[in-house]
Structures are given as C-alpha cells and as structure tokens.
C-alpha cells in the first residue's frame, strides 16, 4: 500500500529557507511513471501547488514561487524534498507530499505538516 | 495564468442532490480532477479524469465536464459528506486548483 510521509521542522524563521522531506513507501520514486509533488493550503484557505519532480531530473514549479523553491530526489531512500527559500509569514501553511500524473489527479498523499513562518 | 472559479459555499438536503460548479476557459479540453477534504485531514481525490471514480468512492459521487464549466455531483447526500472540495486541472505543466467550496449537508 503507498504510503507518503512529511518531515521537517515545523517552525521556520523569516528570510531563510524552509526544507521538507517526503518518505515513500509502497512505490519507487525511481521507477514510478507519476510525479511526486508538493501542495501546501494556508490557514483556513485553498490547495495551491508548489511544485513536483519526475524521477530523472524532470521539474515543475508553480511560476509565482519558482524563483524560490527547489524540488530534488534522494532514490537511495526513496524521498523527495522541498526547499523554499527566503519566506516569509505568507509561506505559512500545511504543506502535502503526493503523486499525481494529469490524468489520474493526485491519487495518494500524506498527512500534511504544518510549517510557521515566525520569528 | 490559467484561473478555476468555484462558488464559496454550496448547501444541501440530506438525501438531495447537490452539485458544484468549476469554471475554467474551456475546462471541456481538460481532464479536470476533483478532491474532498475534511476538517483536519489530507484530500481525497473523489473524481478523476473528469467522470471517474477511483476505487472506495461511492457511485453517489459523479462528474461531468464540458466547455467552461465542470460539475461535480454528489446524489442522496448524506452528512458525512460535508465537506471542502477543490477541482484541479493541469494547464501547460502547471497544476491549478480552485479555490474550493464548502459543502453543507443541512
């Protein structure tokens, strides 16, 4: 059964760089024709995308954060990981690892972690 | 950018039919995915590809879309099915979510 898990600090201070990590199990992120991606939702609002990753170096981001995030692959421990530089309060949210693939939508996810952008 | 446009907050009945709407420039193109999401919890996709349900979902959950506007429907509502649900589309590599309605089973 796949299964995908965040971790990370969940306290980050404004202007550095917040960084997540995703555990796959159940499936190789290495092997997988699906993206694995990144979805956050701020406090009491919508899902927004941040970005997603196909094994082999392929990267997408969401163009209002591109010039801040950096999605990369560790296939030796199966995991996936954000890194999103310079936030501030508004990078406050839940952030979720999930795959998804355009025509099937994101299929699994996990549990979210929520991450505070406060000094 | 490529915007989907979905009501706030949609109500209904318990046991009645309720639907609602995704709006998008020519959506009908698009394989338009549709997830729920309750209090406290990660989404559930419910519909893919516009008109599927994965395996789990009751048959009470369907979808349709065409040329602005997607609908997901849900019939015999029933209270565990209050909820947010998002629509989301893939447009030129870059995925898109509505901005979410919340359904209230009265």
């Known amino acids: 059964q796949l299964q995908l898990q965040e971790s990370g600090p969940g306290l980050v201070k404004p202007s550095e760089t917040l960084s997540l990590t995703c555990t796959v199990s159940g499936d190789s992120i290495s092997k997988s024709s699906h993206y694995w991606g990144w979805i956050r939702q701020p406090p009491g609002k919508g899902l927004e995308w941040v970005g997603s990753m196909f094994f082999g170096g392929d990267t997408l981001y969401n163009p209002s954060l591109k010039s801040r995030v950096t999605i990369s692959e560790d296939t030796s421990k199966n995991q996936f990981s954000l890194r999103l530089r310079s936030v501030t309060a508004a990078d406050t949210a839940v952030y979720y690892c999930?795959?998804?693939?355009?025509?099937?939508?994101?299929?699994?996810w996990g549990l979210g972690t929520m991450v505070i952008v406060s000094a | 950018s490529y915007e989907l446009t979905q009501p706030l907050s949609v109500s209904v009945a318990l046991g009645q039919t309720a639907k609602i709407a995704c709006g998008g420039n020519n959506i009908g193109s698009k394989n338009v995915h549709w997830y729920q999401q309750k209090p406290g919890q990660a989404p559930v996709l419910v519909i893919y590809?516009?008109?599927n349900r994965p395996s789990g979902i009751p048959e009470r959950f369907s979808g349709s879309n065409s040329g602005n506007t997607a609908t997901l429907t849900i019939t015999r509502a029933q209270a565990g099915d209050e909820a947010d649900y998002s629509c989301?589309?893939?447009?030129?590599?870059?995925?898109?979510f509505g901005g979410g309605t919340k359904l209230t089973v009265l």
């Open positions: 590809k516009d008109n």
């Open positions: 989301q589309v893939w447009h030129n590599s870059v995925v898109v």
């Open positions: 999930a795959r998804h693939l355009n025509i099937v939508g994101a299929d699994s």
